[in-house]
């Protein structure tokens, strides 16, 4: 095995680290108090613009595409450079590499038309709008994708959608300009795998409606945030139809085995940046007549965290490495492995690491905070914990059991 970078990947580390560096960290804390002082917190904070800007210039644009659409890297040449995107939490935006633009995108290259590519896809790749992705239903345990009770019916040259949705990342981003909408067309088909069907619902369409913002541990996560909204008899045409009536759960998992890796790979980033404040924090503090770097407990802690980030990304960036070999389907169990792994153990890391930190560990001075968050919230999103070990231990059953 080959435990080094390609020297691609290591190119881009590079130009993206320095990129970091001087353009990222120095603003971190304005980003944020521009959205603590604005009047609409879900306009795009003009700062990012200009970031935008100097990203594309120097080639750091739409690196999560190992096709002609991005930067060519494979999945295991982009996990590194996630990693480092993810050190901020707003940072992928930048690189025009945030969910879950980068996840609807590649629904529009895999199974989008010629047209719906050319309306949509063109100005996400340039960065001109934000989309969002509506799965997710608050009446139903929408981790089984196929307990979807939002309708899609068909009448004449049009489909009718009602349903209610949340948790829609994207959605109060006043750039969100197209939904990409799940629901059933076929409620009775004995294949419950048959049922769904994906739709396009633009921005503005009437009926829908979005209803409000949703907090997790009381981030809103502006200017992108999650919302709760609703499909009141909204009518698309028939040509907003994504690959055809009852393919929409294959879109589904075509779609969110990449995404939940990209997850994986940010919040290394996230856990690695945390590991190195709470190293740097035990050699500035002392309690107790020494530094806390020099506490027994401290350094066990320290000493965890590195042993489980390194077990962490090396299954995330096995796993990229197989779904550039063999694809979504026959990598399923490594990425329902590191899905599985990674937030939790993520999670753990920045939890040290706030404890380290003090009180201070828990409040706005430090990014670790929103991380712990968006550790949590990933443990729910693109299924649950559970459902990707229920699905994990019956492949492994099934592979061993004879």
Known sequence: MNFEHSPKAQDYMARLTAFMNEHVYPVEHDYYDYLDSCENRWATVPMMEELKAKAREQGLWNLAFPGSHGAGLTNLEYAPLAEIMGRVMWAPEIFNCNAPDTGNMEVFMM??????????????????????????????????????????????????????????????????????????????????????????????????????????????????????????????????????????????????????????????????????????????????GKKLSEHQSVREDIANCFCEIEQVRLLTLKTADQLDKVGNKEARDLIAAAKISTPLTVQRVIDRAMQIHGAGGLCQDFFMAEAFNYARWCRQADGSDQVHMMALGKQLIKRYAS
């Not at 948790?167 to 006043?174: D, P, S, Y």
């Not at 076929?186 to 009926?207: A, E, F, S, Y």
């Not at 924090?281 to 002392?286: C, G, H, L, V």
Request: glycine share 8%; aromatic share 6%; charged share 20%.
């Open 111 to 288: 199974y989008g038309t010629e047209a719906q590519q050319e309306q949509w896809l063109t100005p996400l790749l340039n960065g001109d709008i934000r989309s969002a992705y509506a799965m997710t239903e608050p009446n139903v345990a929408s981790s089984d994708a196929t307990n979807i009770e939002t309708s899609i019916v068909r009448d004449g040259d049009e489909y009718v959608i009602n349903g209610r949705k949340w948790f829609i990342t994207g959605a109060m981003n006043e750039r969100t300009q197209i939904f990409i909408v799940m629901g059933k067309s076929d409620p009775d088909n004995p294949n419950r795998h048959l049922q769904q069907t994906q739709i396009l619902v633009p921005k503005g369409t009437p009926g829908l409606t979005v209803e409000r913002a949703l907090k997790t541990f009381n981030y809103d996560d502006a200017p992108i945030g999650h919302a709760e909204i609703v499909f009141d008899n909204v009518r698309v045409p028939a040509a907003n139809l994504l690959l055809g009536e009852g393919r929409g759960f294959e879109i589904a998992q075509g779609r969110l085995g990449p995404g939940r890796l990209h997850h994986c790979m940010r919040l290394i980033g996230c856990a690695q940046r945390s590991m190195e404040l709470a190293c740097h924090r035990a050699e500035t503090r002392s309690t107790f």
